[in-house]
Structure formats: C-alpha cells, structure tokens
C-alpha cells in the first residue's frame, strides 16, 4: 500500500489527468478527488474516461484529514483554480496541523499561485533543472505549460550559445484555457481559428525569466502565444539571433548534453510533431541553424508534461523514488 493520495480540486482537467496517470504509480495508494461543485457525484460522471480506474469513486466536497493520521506521509495535488490555494493555504495548514499530519505533508500546486512566492517555502518544480532543490522538498510549485517548454528550450541556449535575443511564437490546445469556457477559452469559438494573447505580457514570462537567472543567464528574448484550434499540446518555436553564426551539429550537440540523464526529454534530428508526445509526458527538441539565427521547435502536452506529469514526475524527485516512477510508459486512454 503505497502513501495516500488527496486531489483537491478534482474536476478539473489536470485532476482528471492525475487520477489517470497515479492509477500507473505503484508508490501511492488510490486518489481520492476532492470538489466542493461535485461533492457526492461519481467521479466517473465528470471524468468518465476514468469509469474503468474508478467505477465506485466518489467526490467528497471536504477532505478528512483525521483519516491519515496514521499515515507515514500524506501526498496533496492542488489542482485549484488561480488564487483558490493561495486564499485558503493558511486554513489547510491549520487543518493539517489540528490533524496531527502537519509535517507529513507533500503539497505540489499545479497553479500560479506560488511559483515566484518564495516567502512559503515552495520549491519551483521544473523538474530537468531543479532535481537538486526538490529533493527532500515538501512544498512544490508546479510550472505553467507554457514556462516548462520555453525553459527546456531557451535554458540550453541561454548557457550555453549566448544568442544575443530570441523570439519565441507558441500554440496551445484549448485544454490549457481549464474547464470553465470563456468567450475567448470556448472550444466551439476556438475551432477553425488561431488567435494571438497576451503578446508580450504571458505571466509565464516572469517564471522563464527567473530560471534564465538561476540555470543560465538573463537574456533578452520576447513570447507571442497562440489559442489553437486543438484540444490539448504545445507547440513552440524560438528564433534565436547571435553575434556570430552558430552550427546545427553543435546546437544538437547542446541539447543532447543538456537533457543527457533526462528521462523525458529527447533531441529530434528533425523538427518534431505534437501528436508524438500527446498523453505521454515527454518532450521532443528539434532544430536548425541558417546564417547567424537558430530556430529550436519544442513539443509537448500541455496537460501532462505540461502539468500532471511533470507534477508527479517532481513527486517522485522529492520522494527519492526513480524519476521516470509511474510514467515511464504509454497510459490511455485519455479523455480529450
């Protein structure tokens, strides 16, 4: 029986990708999905993708934490939306520690909430290079989609080639919009169209650039995202300009040396294509050199390396279990 395993927000889509993804895992004990919207509904009935893996499972609107008190250690994903944890992160502390399960507690945030919060503790969970600082971690912030692919392709760049800009263009699934749709987020708005937001002012910039600083170096780089007319994956382009002309053997070379002991990340001699690593946390790098300019291409899915994955890929570092533990292979199916 493997530690326990709480899923707060469990009707969202990166709890529904989590229920899929543990159900591989053999370190944890079944999830339990937590949703005050659908408190008492068979889980099933929002994921139903999960009939199979959870066909008597229920939401309960409120977790017990009493019922882990005898618990070695306690795994919580916070799959909340924006602002929900933040907002109800010193209750949760109160309740864990009127539990008695107060230092049992393995939280990982799948939200903004405390990516760039250093005051709690949270350790910044990109997991390819921040194993050191998760090690042992029992606060950890997820990454956005977005950062994870641009840090896995500008960090390598940044430390290692010295562009003296960059420019990256990057498209989306509306899957990565959450569950509630916007006038903008709506799939049936969003099909058969391709919309540029938040050019230049993506929050996930703040989060690539603090990396930049830690792993690499700062560098001058801007980010236009797309709304894409699919479902789920990332695919996105960095044009990078340097001083004097690079060479594709040595960019491949880069990556190669970069991602060597990275079970999840892989260099492609060809520019990769997303319905490769749709479902599957891996991520794929390709790219070429042309005169003094780079293009690097990066795939991957938004709702697991992107998300699920990779916040279960970081379990796993700060849980000193083998990193690839529970995704090292093919999990389907997958609802979207």
């Not at 969202?12 to 543990?22: I, P, T, Y």
């Not at 618990?71 to 909340?80: G, H, K, Q, Y």
């Not at 070429?288 to 890929?313: P, S, Y």
């Amino acid at each position: 029986m493997g530690d326990p395993v709480v899923i707060l927000g469990g009707g969202s889509f990166g709890a529904g990708e989590l229920a899929r993804l543990l159900t591989a895992h053999d370190g944890v004990a079944h999830p339990g999905l937590v949703s005050r919207s659908h408190g008492g509904s068979p889980v099933a009935s929002v994921h139903p993708h999960l009939g199979a893996a959870y066909p008597d499972d229920r939401f309960v609107s409120r977790a017990d934490w009493t019922a882990f008190r005898e618990s070695r250690r306690i795994i919580v994903f916070s799959a909340l939306r924006a602002g929900e944890l933040a907002g109800r992160y010193r209750e949760l502390e109160a309740e864990w520690a009127q539990a008695g399960i107060g230092d049992r507690v393995l939280l990982i945030d799948l939200s903004a909430d405390f990516r760039l919060d250093e005051g709690e503790g949270f350790v910044y969970g990109l997991s390819e290079w921040m194993r050191e600082p998760l090690a042992g971690a029992t606060r950890i912030a997820n990454p956005g989609c977005f950062a994870t692919a641009l840090a896995l392709g500008l960090i390598p760049l940044a430390r290692h080639l010295m562009p003296r800009d960059a420019t990256a263009f990057a498209l989306t699934g509306s899957t990565g919009a959450g569950v509630t749709p916007g006038p903008r987020t709506h799939h049936p708005l969003r099909a058969h169209n391709c919309v540029p937001y938040r050019p230049y002012e993506h929050r996930h910039r703040s989060e690539v650039d603090r990396l930049l600083e830690l792993r690499a170096r700062p560098l001058d780089w801007n980010f236009i995202p797309y709304a894409a007319p699919w479902v789920r994956g990332i695919t996105l382009t960095i044009e990078a300009r340097f001083d004097e002309a690079p060479d594709t053997d040595r960019l491949a070379e880069t990556f190669r040396a970069s991602y060597a002991g990275s079970p999840f990340v892989s260099w492609t001699d060809t520019p990769p294509e997303l319905t490769s690593v749709v479902g599957g946390n891996r991520c794929l790098i390709g790219g070429i050199c042309r005169g003094r300019r780079a293009a690097v291409f990066v795939v991957l899915d938004n709702l697991v390396k992107g998300m699920a994955g990779q916040a279960i890929q970081n379990l796993n570092l700060a849980s000193g279990w083998p990193e690839d533990r529970g995704l090292g292979h093919w999990i389907g199916p997958y609802p979207v």
